[in-house]
């Protein structure tokens, strides 16, 4: 393990020196450290994990997920949840960083965080270029071909390898072929050999891939997974098969990561990691979104809907049930608390005239139309899913037609 490694979790407090602090707020940028308090001597963490170096401090520090009662939050679970709904999919792309620039550090295997979810996503993605079908086209095929030519021929190739042989009868020849064994296709299949070969070095529980690869592989069985890099860095979209996009972005993330060698995939103690982010708030976001859409309908729930104030989580637009609802990954409102700025944020949604435009609400009952506002948080002992008709059961009392909504996130079994 690399030495002045600190391990924490999100929104917790670690002790540094004042000399420390001070160089941190003055040269630190790392999205990992929400605030620094000088009083109490500490650096606090907020609603991002990951691995970072704390420069210009001879330290790096790794923000692990938050733990509910004594266990440990089931991010992958929650990613997973989130990408079963096709319209979440497009919404993930600030969901994490990473900075293949920056030196590795040193962790330990069982703390990577970022190799399981880029997995994760990059199998859904996968998944979904299948059942599409996967792409042809044309590619470059060598073959020695017997008593007969075909494309273009590979005269010294010819040479060297059959007629110093005495072999006259065949001819090397380089020519274009029709099928799916192409270039995007090739990366997408190198890719699951990484993932194949990762999954073998994890207990199944930890994440349990075999049925998603039993799936995917039989439409990669006359595919290749001879690429070359520049094919995989140079490759670009066809705009009639956008699912390759995503599916071809993660497959460049994961192959990087390992550093293009498949022998790089290894049981190990410790793995170098380049420094990432993952944003825990962005996550519970969409996790709502998932669940919302599975009470309401994807149909009834406008994510990110665009007024005059800015952009609000969720709109629901159930005729006679509007209402505004916004995601708030803050334990606080479990404790019957409340933060006065989301109060007066929600009002404002509540009140305007872009987000009004959207609902089925004529303009002249917008002067007497006051929408119900729902604040949905995380709480430990509240049911793991959303029920249409209790979603405005817990009343905030202080406030007319303001309302809070716990939902219990997925957690490690141990």
């Not at 990951?50 to 692990?64: Q, W």
């Not at 620039?101 to 703390?111: F, S, T, V």
């Not at 139309?369 to 209790?390: F, G, H, K, M, Q």
């Amino acid at each position: 393990m690399s030495e002045g490694l600190i391990y924490t979790a999100e929104h917790s407090a670690v002790t540094l020196s004042t000399e420390e602090l001070l160089l941190l707020e003055k040269q630190g940028n790392s999205k990992l450290i929400d605030r620094i308090d000088f009083k109490t001597e500490t650096l606090h963490t907020g609603y991002f994990i990951g691995l970072d170096r704390l420069f210009p401090l001879d330290k790096s520090i790794f923000v692990g997920p938050k733990r509910e009662a004594g266990k440990r939050l089931d991010y992958l679970k929650m990613l997973s949840v989130c990408l079963q709904h096709p319209s979440i999919n497009s919404h993930t792309k600030d969901l994490f960083d990473i900075r293949f620039e920056k030196h590795p550090i040193r962790i330990l295997q069982q703390d990577d965080l970022l190799t399981p979810l880029l997995i994760v996503q990059f199998l859904r993605a996968a998944e979904r270029v299948v059942r599409k079908g996967l792409q042809k086209g044309y590619y470059s095929r060598t073959e020695n071909m017997t008593a007969k030519v075909k494309g273009r021929v590979l005269v010294a190739e010819t040479i060297k390898r059959n007629h110093h042989r005495n072999n006259y009868l065949q001819t090397w020849c380089k020519f274009q072929e029709f099928g799916i064994d192409t270039a995007p296709n090739r990366i997408l299949n190198k890719t699951m050999q990484f993932v194949q070969r990762y999954a073998q070095l994890l207990p199944a529980n930890v994440l349990p891939l075999g049925a998603k690869l039993r799936f995917l592989q039989p439409a990669f069985a006359h595919v290749g997974t001879e690429v070359q890099l520049n094919e995989i860095e140079h490759y670009c979209a066809n705009p009639f098969y956008a699912e390759y996009s995503e599916a071809i972005a993660l497959a460049r993330l994961l192959l990087k990561r390992f550093g293009y060698q498949l022998n790089s995939v290894q049981s190990e103690i410790h793995t170098d990691m380049p420094p990432f982010w993952i944003d825990m708030s962005k996550l519970f976001e969409l996790y709502v979104l998932g669940k919302l859409q599975e009470a309401i309908g994807p149909q009834e729930v406008l994510f990110q809907a665009a007024g005059k104030f800015g952009y609000l989580d969720f709109l629901r637009t159930s005729q006679g049930e509007e209402m505004i609802i916004d995601a708030k990954y803050r334990y606080f409102y479990g404790e019957k608390r409340y933060e006065i700025d989301d109060i007066r944020q929600l009002s404002a949604y509540a009140r305007d005239r872009g987000l009004l435009g959207q609902l089925k609400i004529s303009e002249l009952e917008w002067p007497k139309t006051v929408l119900p506002c729902l604040i949905i948080y995380p709480e430990p002992d509240a049911s793991p899913y959303l029920e249409r008709v209790t979603l405005l059961d817990n009343p905030i009392k202080q406030f007319e037609s303001f309302y809070r909504q716990g939902i219990c996130l997925p957690r490690l079994k141990n």
